[in-house]
């Protein structure tokens, strides 16, 4: 199809119990699919929470995360989508049978899981394996691809995602409000969330500036602009154990350009249509057809030291 309509969502999570999070899940999938969606994305690990896993031992680890897509929660996805016809993307911690364990974000339709895909630089903890693979499928005859947070920030990632033919490249993350050596990062104070009824101004003058929305505004559009694809960016609203999160949860076309976004400080969903036509039209597009990789080839693969191993231990934020 030519066209395609998604919605991107924001909500706060539950840490560590899955159920009250799959009732989210599923209330904003019927919520989607009554303005017409055909996809909905939720943002990463999603169905455990994320944030605390940092406290956790290995063995705690374990005990949250699940098999996929054996597990009670891809289970109750693949209910939901068959039950709205949505297709829904999500993230959870998933373990293997050598009890490795991963950051995992899915994609379910009906009862069919279509895609998984597992962070490639996960920081979280010392106990999360790294996957080793980039993932693109067809969903509804398009071409998807799946990057989550910090594996945005690797550029080669967009990029390489692009060249195997994504048109749409999901962005789940758990980001902003975090300390940062670029000016005007930071954590925003948990008692303006608090008293964000009263108070919503002084919140929101934090969300949009550089520790929250200013911070994506630099690097999120340039993704989508530079590689001509789409993009689906997710993010939770509130507190993430003890972080607070600013949302922001947004739709952006190959232009750089931000079809829908969410805005409010409750669980919201934010619809775009996609069509086709604007991947062809797209600088990024024309900027793809003029690459001369014999020109960098070698430099792009020349080794270097990776910190992948160490990340974690420095709590990157970006």
Not at 56 to 61: D, N, P, T
Not at 168 to 183: A, E, R
Not at 187 to 196: G, S
């Amino acid at each position: 199809m030519t066209t395609l309509k998604i919605a991107s969502t924001q909500f706060q999570t539950y840490n560590g119990v899955v159920e009250p999070n799959l009732d989210i899940i599923e209330r904003l999938t019927i919520q989607a699919r009554s303005q017409g969606c055909q996809v909905i994305s939720f943002h990463e690990c999603c169905i455990q929470g994320y944030t605390f896993a940092k406290y956790l031992s290995k063995a705690e680890l374990l005990s949250i995360s699940e098999f996929v897509p054996s597990g009670p929660s891809i289970q109750r996805l693949m209910d939901i989508s068959a039950k709205t016809g949505v297709a829904i993307l999500a993230g959870l911690f998933e373990k293997d049978s050598e009890e490795n364990i991963y950051n995992t974000y899915v994609c379910v339709q009906g009862s069919k899981l279509v895609a998984k895909y597992r962070k490639l630089h996960p920081f979280i903890s010392q106990y999360l394996s790294a996957g080793n693979e980039y993932v693109t499928f067809e969903l509804l005859g398009w071409k998807c691809g799946i990057l989550i947070c910090y594996d945005n920030n690797v550029i080669e990632n967009v990029r390489a995602t692009t060249l195997l033919g994504a048109e749409i490249i999901f962005m789940p993350h758990v980001t902003g409000c975090t300390p940062s050596p670029m000016p005007g990062r930071g954590f925003v104070d948990h008692t303006l969330w608090e008293n964000r009824v009263l108070d919503p101004v002084s919140l929101r003058q934090e969300f949009d500036g550089p520790k929250g929305r200013g911070w994506l505004m630099r690097w999120l559009p340039a993704r989508a602009y530079d590689n001509g694809v789409y993009v689906v960016f997710t993010n939770p609203i509130g507190m993430d154990h003890d972080q607070l999160k600013c949302g922001n949860s947004m739709i952006l076309d190959p232009f750089g350009e931000i079809l829908a976004e969410c805005r409010s400080f409750e669980d919201e969903i934010c619809c775009s249509t996609l069509t086709k036509e604007k991947l062809s039209l797209a600088g990024g597009f024309r900027y793809r057809n003029a690459r001369r990789p014999e020109l960098y080839s070698e430099i792009f693969t020349k080794p270097h030291t990776s910190t992948l191993n160490v990340v974690w231990l420095n709590q990157a934020k970006e």
